[in-house]
């Protein structure tokens, strides 16, 4: 087997063989997410005008994709792979366009096979080309905009040249290296909140998901979907099913009563709100859009607008949209939702959801008062399955839920271990016989 690295737009166009287009911040670590959230498929396309034009005319459900790092206008979702794992987008259409890695994909002229790549599914990817064992690859690094090289994506192409050359590369000196380099920086400047922090930590979570994500024309646009494609099992591997959320419950405690009269368990008193001086609580009014829209991108959930906000007011029970003013400045400082959410893990289950905060106002208990406003409002519109979603990673946000009185929900097999290692980072008692599962 013959090995090629290639970089960049003109790379893509010299590819040969079986072809492999690289981006791993952040179009096809945002792929993978998206694969792993249920979607069918995804059309790539190098322009976002035709990723809207290909939405209107009825053959993809949602456009993803950016515009210098910002979600492209009209788009339902950013670049970003944190965005996406939090998305419902099971069963869907995506429709994706980027500034370099979708421009490579539609570049690369008759491939072998083709396939769309990242750190996240790099062994995954091998194990598929390895087992097809074409005679000639092409590995291509699409570095940033497709026209200057980053660190990232020639690190990916090394290591996945290493993975099919029969190596074992260590992920974790790879992971080191790719934080440390300039281009990773920017997911850690908050004067640049739509490179999310939760970006960079799945980017490099190498070999993070068990598929390839293989690109096929159907009727004339490059298709992407999902195939297996692990590393013979007889060779150590990293890969791994992708990581189901966190998620926490607002605990029960049963009444005093005799059974044949307790036909409900009592729920744990709602928790009391503390706000330092020089703020002000309160619930939403119309007009506070624009701002609250702001906070969330200083938060790191950019891309909110009327739009996106308009299907999670339908889930806003009466009064439970809570904001914290700054009273200095008379600005919106931190917010949070409570939201209906029915399931059959919470029947009529109450969220707390979308707590953020302005950072240059954080260390003040805000995000944790409106946390506690929230849940307050929940138990008092009668909701008993109170609960909230997060990412292992919000070790600061983790911590308040629990200071709060949240407990961890054991909801899969693995989940012991992961609050296990939480609470030894936080400094937490780990007491798995007094939460639910």
Not at 263 to 279: D, E, F, Q, T
Not at 305 to 326: N, Q, T, Y
Not at 369 to 390: N, Q
């Amino acid at each position: 087997m013959e090995i090629r690295i290639e970089s960049l737009i003109e790379g893509a166009r010299r590819a040969e063989g079986a072809v492999v287009v690289i981006d791993v911040f952040r179009a096809f670590t945002t792929a993978a997410v998206a694969f792993a959230r249920g979607v069918e498929k995804i059309i790539l396309t190098a322009e976002p005008a035709e990723a809207l034009a290909l939405r209107a005319s009825g053959l993809g459900d949602l456009c993803m994709g950016e515009l210098d790092g910002m979600r492209a206008p009209g788009f339902d979702f950013g670049n970003s792979p944190f965005e996406l794992s939090l998305a419902d987008v099971r069963g869907k259409t995506l429709i994706q366009s980027t500034r370099a890695g979708t421009v490579g994909v539609c570049a690369v002229p008759n491939p072998q096979a083709l396939y769309a790549a990242s750190f996240v599914v790099a062994g995954a990817t091998a194990g598929a080309i390895l087992r097809d064992d074409p005679p000639l690859v092409t590995l291509v690094a699409m570095g940033a905009k497709a026209w200057q090289r980053s660190d990232e994506d020639e690190q990916c192409a090394l290591y996945l040249r290493n993975l099919l050359l029969g190596g074992r590369p260590d992920p974790d000196a790879v992971r080191k290296l790719v934080s440390a380099s300039a281009d990773a920086a920017k997911f850690r400047n908050p004067e640049l909140p739509q490179f999310h922090p939760g970006d960079l930590e799945i980017a490099l979570d190498i070999d993070r998901y068990d598929f390839a994500i293989r690109v096929a024309y159907e009727d004339g646009l490059p298709v992407a979907r999902a195939v297996g494609g692990q590393i013979d099992r007889a060779q150590p591997s990293s890969a791994a099913q992708p990581e189901a959320q966190l998620q926490m419950v607002w605990p029960e405690h049963l009444l005093s009563a005799p059974p044949a009269i307790r036909p409900l368990p009592a729920i744990r008193p709602p928790p009391a709100v503390h706000l330092p001086p020089g703020y002000t609580l309160r619930t939403y009014r119309p007009g506070d859009e624009p701002r609250f829209y702001e906070v969330m991108a200083l938060a790191g959930w950019p891309g909110w607008d009327d739009e996106k906000l308009r299907p999670w007011l339908a889930r806003i029970p009466p009064g439970s949209w809570f904001m914290v003013v700054h009273e200095a400045s008379d600005r919106i400082v931190a917010t949070a939702m409570g939201l209906h959410d029915h399931s059959d893990v919470h029947p009529f289950g109450g969220e707390l959801g979308w707590v953020a905060c302005d950072p240059a106002h954080t260390g003040k208990g805000l995000g944790s008062a409106v946390s506690a406003a929230v849940t307050a409002r929940l138990i008092e519109a009668g909701y008993r399955a109170i609960h909230l979603y997060t990412e292992q990673w919000r070790l600061a946000a983790l911590k308040s839920y629990l200071k709060l009185g949240y407990i961890p929900f054991l909801y899969t097999p693995e989940m012991p271990e992961r609050w296990r290692a939480i609470c030894a980072q936080l400094g937490w008692p780990f007491t798995p016989e007094a939460w639910r599962s």
